[in-house]
């Protein structure tokens, strides 16, 4: 069996992370949705997607990234992506996520994650 793309640990201000990686695909989406899912019904003040360790990700990570985001605004918890390497970065900026999601620790423009 497969080690699980995800998981979900609480953090120091009520918040959960949900630390991601590998590749997001269809194969590994089910459980970061499942993730997502676990986190947000546990009504904590806020949500982090932890994407430091993602160096792949197709349209269905995008698809649950925007399937948690409207669940997320529905519990009334913000939900932030954190961390994302240049090429992830890349793709949430092409698909208009980076005017979705507020993205803490995003890339600067030589390609280095800020903050690290």
Known sequence: MAESPV????DSQGGAVVAVHGEVDVTSA???REALVR???GLPIRVVIDLAGVWFMDSSALTV????YKRAQSAGVP????S????????LRTSGMVEIFEILDPPDPTGEIKGR
């Open 7 to 10: 998981r979900v640990q609480p």
């Open 79 to 82: 939900l932030v992506l954190a």
């Open 84 to 91: 994302p390497s240049p090429t992830v970065y890349r793709l």
């Open 39 to 41: 986190a947000i019904d």
């Open 30 to 32: 089910p459980a970061v």
């Open 65 to 68: 990234l925007i399937s948690g």
